[in-house]
């Protein structure tokens, strides 16, 4: 649970909104908070802040869609 | 023969599909008997073309050597000059073939699809790179990737991954049943879009301008939109048709377009226009080098690191379409162009000056629509070689 909130903590920083924590079940790509430059800057400091290393290939934008899956796929890669 | 040319090819490939969808009714495995159709569905297409054959052939065993080799290498160790050198090593072909014609007359290493194969190669070295693909392909689903008939003149651009687990499954009757009436669809929305809609602009509209004109602009400008209608019905008819065909085959290729024409801004444009060579270049040149730079820290201002990497991909798109200036000319238009939009989208955020509302978006579609235009119209060469008449 607080891997999760840290996850959706890092989101609102880089989407710059607070929209995320409100709704973690918002698609970040249908609603522009988040497009390819956002992508690099999340998967930098995923990789910094939790050591979590993500492909950029592997990021596919139909399943790492919403603060919620994002947090669970990354739970997965721990 | 050129491929969905011709209603002879198109009944040649009724035939030669006629087992896989019996098999596929059946929830039978059919992808071996695939394979077997692409060798056939390839020699039919080369058959005329002995210098394509031989090009196409000499260009496979190359990536497959690259590629089986720095997988081998990965295994063992991960410098980063020898992923750059494996990666230059796959789009040589490419650049070869690109720069031939200026210095002879006969094109020795080029082929049909030789543009688009190249992302197959390139893609495979990357994603090893990556830690993505670790164990070897086996040879026949390698060699199947990228030779896979249906897309091999012009895409969609496929990722392996993604290909080889259409591959493996074998689909149930009721699923197989369901992509064969989608992939049946799909060709007959091709037809309509290349061969009645595409046609028909071409050939009542385009071919007979000079006598629906009255000036030299009038006619460029008729020109510019009708050019790029008929692109967009001519190339999504042609994706339609490749991409039906791969249903039918039971692989799910990606989509090519999605109503281009209603994009919002630039960037929702090239997630709409030829998107799975978009997303290639979006995926593998411009995330790979914002992230590159991001994490080395070599550039800390955010907005010119996004800038550079529109630059450096839509340079690379322009060169990619060709070395003719119209090519190169587009790729500038489109920098140029994302970077302008990238600089007033950070703009806009901070100061709220365009608002979101329906009339908003209507301009915005309106404005979109004409900036692409304009880019087809370089694209076209018109702008180049009719244009400066003005």
């Known amino acids: 649970m607080e891997f999760k909130n840290e996850v959706i903590e890092l989101l609102a920083e880089i989407c710059q909104d607070d929209a995320v924590k409100e709704n973690p079940d918002i698609n970040l790509f249908d609603t522009g908070l988040l497009d390819s430059f956002g992508t690099v800057e999340l998967l930098v400091q995923v990789e910094e802040r939790f050591g979590i290393t993500v492909p950029i290939t592997e990021f596919d934008r139909d399943v790492w869609n919403t603060p919620n899956n994002i947090a669970l796929q990354l739970a997965d890669m721990k | ?390």
């Open chain 2, 1 to 390: 023969m050129t491929p969905y040319g011709s209603f002879t090819f198109f009944f040649i490939l009724a035939i030669l599909l006629a087992p896989t969808v019996i098999l596929g009714l059946r929830g039978k495995r059919f992808q071996t008997y695939n394979m077997l159709v692409s060798v056939i569905a390839l020699a039919i297409i080369f058959a005329s073309n002995l210098h394509g054959v031989i090009a196409l052939i000499i260009f496979t065993i190359w990536q497959v050597l690259l590629i089986k080799s720095y997988i081998r290498y990965r295994k063992k160790a991960n410098e980063g000059w020898i992923f750059y050198l494996a990666a230059f090593a796959s789009i040589l072909p490419l650049i070869i073939s690109k720069l031939m014609p200026y210095f002879s007359t006969i094109n020795w290493v080029g082929f049909l699809g030789i543009s688009y194969l190249t992302f197959k190669g390139t893609q495979l070295i990357i994603e090893t790179r990556d830690g993505l693909i670790k164990q070897d392909p086996p040879i026949g689903r390698l060699l199947y990737f990228i030779l896979f008939f249906p897309t091999i003149s012009s895409g969609p651009i496929d990722r392996y991954r993604r290909f080889d687990k259409d591959v493996q499954v074998v689909l149930p009757a009721d699923q197989y049943k369901l992509l064969l009436y989608q992939g049946i669809n799909k060709i007959f929305q091709g037809f309509l879009y290349k061969y009645i809609i595409g046609y028909w602009i071409n050939h009542h509209y385009i071919a007979n301008l000079r006598f629906i004109a009255t000036s030299h602009f009038q006619n460029e400008l008729y020109y510019m939109y009708l050019y790029s209608f008929y692109l967009f019905f001519d190339f999504a008819g042609y994706s339609a048709f490749a991409i039906g065909v791969s249903y039918i085959m039971g692989i799910k290729s990606p989509e090519n377009f999605n109503l281009p024409f209603i994009s919002r801004n630039m960037k929702d444009f090239w997630n709409r226009w030829h998107m799975s060579l978009s997303f290639w270049f979006r995926d593998y040149v411009y995330m790979r080098f914002v992230f590159l730079m991001t994490k080395k820290k070599w550039i800390k201002n955010r907005n010119l690191v996004s800038n550079l990497g529109y630059v450096l991909l839509f340079l690379l798109m322009g060169f990619w379409h060709g070395l003719a200036p119209q090519y190169i000319l587009y790729g500038a238009y489109h920098a140029l162009v994302m970077v302008g939009y990238n600089t007033f989208e950070q703009f806009n955020k901070k100061h709220k000056w365009w608002p979101q509302n329906k009339y908003t978006q209507i301009v915005s579609i309106l404005i979109t629509f004409h900036v692409v235009c304009f880019g087809f119209y370089i694209f076209s060469g018109h702008l180049i070689y009719k244009g400066v008449r003005l």
